[in-house]
């Protein structure tokens, strides 16, 4: 079969291409930029690569006519605050193109949509499920809640909470209800629902069998982790405080930060259906779904991050913004800068520390560093925190000369 896979470059695109293409099917990959795209190589003769931009209507006539199957995995709601409006405008082209074709079935994956006061961010996945459903072809759609993988935006806002905050003052959204279900059953949903006929021009919620609270799932997750967490639910948070909170603390951008917190204040719990029995698919619990993610993410096997697509018309190619999935707690933020005098820089960077400080910030990392002592149980006479800085490396790059920030047991040293 011949299969459509818009937003092959995403997430969830990069995941589902190799399964489908292991049951034999032709791949049309949709992206923006062919030289950001890296298919696996294995069965790559069943691959084919398009560079199209739903938003631009006069890109989309690369796209093939005699395809039988398509996935919609578009969403913008990272790029910019005015997503609904992009977002509809994709589903309106995508949809007229598809109807061109010889598909005779869509499938979109969606957001739980069942609460009748729904947030911003759902109710425009909520009209796009509508406009797609308009096609000459059959349409169905999935809908998950909070997805568990290495790399999902979920997921790593859970683990940036907990990896950095013994204690957490949070917003009263922490109580609601949710169904979080794995990666790799959002996969088996996605691949089995594929021409199945049973499900053809119908909506299907999928999630895990546990409905949590997000506390819940953040006590769940330090648990995993070995990790003892306290948190303290307060009321007075509004939802830009929210919002501002998970932007700082965790590696999100504002604009998803802002999308996610609305959206948490609803309760995403699957109503009843018979999709699991049709496709023979028992999901995994939350815990189990944490153990092997973290074991995924321990073995370096991150097949993609919720930023490895941008939005076309707001692309920004900052260095920060392409980082690599941590390893538990640690990140790494690589940024570059050409600076006229090399040598003035290096002199700089050797001298942080010490009796010279930080140039930014000193008695914020002071602070710090005594907290980590306490945390520790070391005695501040003990130990000298001259580089406050806890599971972190940082390394700088100068011409030919690369040094490195590291922490050896309680002492930090710089290495050339």
Not at 126 to 147: D, N, Q, S, W
Not at 229 to 247: A, H
Not at 392 to 407: A, N
Request: proline fraction near 3%.
């Amino acid at each position: 079969m011949k299969i459509l896979l818009a937003g092959a470059s995403g997430y969830i695109g990069k995941r589902i291409l190799p399964i489908l293409l292991e049951k034999g099917h032709q791949v049309i990959c949709c992206v923006r930029d062919k030289n950001r795209f890296n298919p696996p190589e294995e069965n790559n003769h069943l691959i084919d690569v398009i560079e199209v931009d739903f938003l631009d209507r006069d890109s989309l006539h690369t796209i093939p006519k005699d395809i039988e199957g398509a996935y919609y995995l578009l969403h913008s709601m990272a790029a910019s605050s005015d997503y609904e409006e992009m977002e509809m405008k994709c589903a309106k082209n995508f949809k007229e193109v598809i109807n061109r074709t010889e598909a005779k079935h869509v499938i979109y994956l969606s957001g739980i949509i069942n609460d009748s006061e729904l947030s911003k961010h759902l109710k425009s996945r909520k009209a796009v499920e509508e406009e797609l459903a308009k096609g000459t072809y059959h349409f169905t759609t999935l809908r998950a809640g909070i997805i568990i993988g290495s790399g999902s935006a979920s997921f790593e806002i859970i683990r940036d909470l907990v990896e950095k905050l013994p204690v957490m003052i949070t917003p009263k959204w922490l109580k609601t209800k949710c169904q979080p279900i794995a990666i790799s059953d959002v996969i088996k949903f996605l691949v089995g629902a594929l021409f199945k006929e049973e499900l053809y021009d119908q909506s299907f919620d999928i999630g895990g069998p546990d409905i949590l609270t997000y506390k819940e799932m953040l006590l769940g997750f330090a648990e995993a982790r070995g990790l003892e967490r306290k948190i303290f639910i307060v009321p007075v948070m509004t939802p830009k405080i929210s919002s501002y909170w998970l932007y700082f603390v965790t590696s999100t951008s504002y604009n998803l930060a802002t999308a996610l917190v609305s959206s948490m204040k609803i309760e995403v719990i699957c109503r009843e259906s018979n999709i699991n029995e049709i496709l023979q698919i028992n999901p995994i619990d939350y815990k189990t779904a944490l153990k092997r993610t973290l074991y995924k993410i321990d073995e370096h096997e991150i097949l993609s991050s919720w930023k490895d697509s941008w939005s076309s018309g707001v692309i920004n190619k900052k260095l920060a913004l392409r980082r690599n999935v941590p390893t538990f707690g640690c990140f790494k933020d690589v940024r570059s800068k050409k600076v006229e005098n090399i040598q003035k820089a290096k002199d700089k960077i050797w001298n942080i520390g010490g009796e010279n400080g930080w140039y930014y910030g000193n008695l914020l990392w002071e602070i710090r560093g005594f907290w980590i002592n306490c945390m520790e149980g070391l005695d501040s006479e003990e130990v000298e925190v001259t580089l406050p800085i806890y599971h972190l490396e940082m390394l700088w790059t100068f011409g030919g000369f690369c040094m490195r920030i590291k922490r050896k047991g309680d002492c930090y040293f710089l290495q050339k």
